[in-house]
Each structure stands twice: as structure tokens, then as C-alpha cells.
């Protein structure tokens, strides 16, 4: 299982309201985004709420080899 990438979501309405969603981001280190997101698109967070990734943990990638003897 190969881990994916942490992603950023960005949605504009035509009505000009933007919206962003982290994925694959986990815990707490989404919050890392929210100043980002507000630096890039010049704007300020009125309303956040947390995914269902922040509750997920990480799970690193491993493969194991082992030499097994026969009984």
C-alpha cells in the first residue's frame, strides 16, 4: 500500500464564495493549511470544521520479508 499524498481542494461558486478541504491530511496538521490558504487567496476563515481524515491516523507503508522453514 503506497501512501497518497496530502491534498488541498479548492472550490470557487460562481457567486465568488471559496471554499477548501484537505484530504489525506491527518490530525491536527491540517490546521497547518488554514493560514496558508488564507496568505494565498487573500482572504480570512469564517467557518471551519474538521474531515473525517482528522480523526484517521497515518499508516506508513511496510513490507516485511521473512524466511519461513517448513515444519
Known sequence: ????????????????????ETRDVFG???????A??????AARTVRSAYTADHERAAVPAR???RDVERA
Do not use: F, K
Request: with cysteine.
Open 1 to 20: 500500500m503506497t501512501a497518497r499524498q496530502p491534498r488541498i481542494v479548492v472550490t470557487v461558486t460562481s457567486e465568488g464564495v471559496v471554499s477548501a
Open 28 to 34: 491536527d496538521d491540517c490546521l497547518d493549511y488554514v
Open 36 to 41: 496558508v490558504l488564507e496568505d494565498l487567496l
Open 63 to 65: 513490507q516485511e520479508e
